[in-house]
């Protein structure tokens, strides 16, 4: 399957002229899934146990996350295209606007999800929850809202 093949009632919109800010990524996620199409739309509670690897400079910054905390991860889709206004997603029965969408194509490809810790190792985090390619950059971690 083409992920980046527009389709009916998609909107394309040229790509980004300026770059406003700058993101440094913070490690990868290791996950089972291969590719987009062995992704979860959303992660789940009981999905499989996925790592989020930090890198060697961030890793003090782990100190306190703990087993049972449920954090909010922020990552960088970077298979995604960023460069469609309107999607017509699959079972949906109209094209929406990108941000009325919760999907990878937008602009900034930024997603995140909150997962519940699993396990804490030196320099990675073991949780449950993530719905992401293997080797997805990782943006920020932080504690989830209760």
């Known amino acids: ?7 009916p009632g ?22 089972p899934f291969r590719d987009r199409a062995d992704c979860p739309h959303r992660g789940a509670a009981d999905g499989p146990l996925c790592r989020i690897e930090v890198d060697e400079p961030w890793r ?17 889709m970077h298979l995604a295209r960023r460069d469609l206004l309107v999607q017509a997603p699959k079972g949906r029965p109209a094209p929406l606007g990108t941000f009325a969408l919760r999907s ?9 999800s909150e997962v519940d810790v699993a396990g804490v190792e030196a320099g990675a985090v073991l949780v449950r929850g993530l719905d992401c390619v293997d080797g997805t950059p990782l943006v920020d971690l932080k504690p989830a809202r209760r």
């Open 10 to 31: 998609e909107v394309e919109g040229g790509a980004p002229d300026r770059a406003d800010a700058a993101l440094t990524f913070i490690g990868r996620i290791r996950t």
């Open 1 to 7: 399957m083409d992920w980046n093949a527009t389709r």
């Open 60 to 76: 003090p910054a782990l100190h306190g996350i703990e087993p049972g905390m449920r954090l909010e991860v922020l990552y960088w």
């Open 104 to 112: 990878p194509n937008r602009p900034n490809p930024i997603a995140s």
